[in-house]
């Protein structure tokens, strides 16, 4: 579990430096399209694995109460 949380954090990192490489307008226009492409690989990585551990980010289920059916509502 350690190990995997810190290759957590480590994607983290990486996605905040690929965050401003490719938002800085200093960063080259031929290296935008792959810059972009890792960034949003690393993102979706982290959201794979935040799901995963139930992060912050992980889908959860609420319960809702039905009202009772009538049909003369249609």
Known sequence: MSQQHSYLELLKRT???????VFDEGTPPRDLASLTRRLLE???EIERLES???G?????ATEVEDEPFDPSEI
């Open 42 to 44: 690393v993102s979706r």
């Open 52 to 54: 995963e551990n139930g």
């Open 56 to 60: 912050a980010n992980a889908p959860t």
């Open 15 to 21: 996605l905040h430096r690929l965050e401003v490489a």
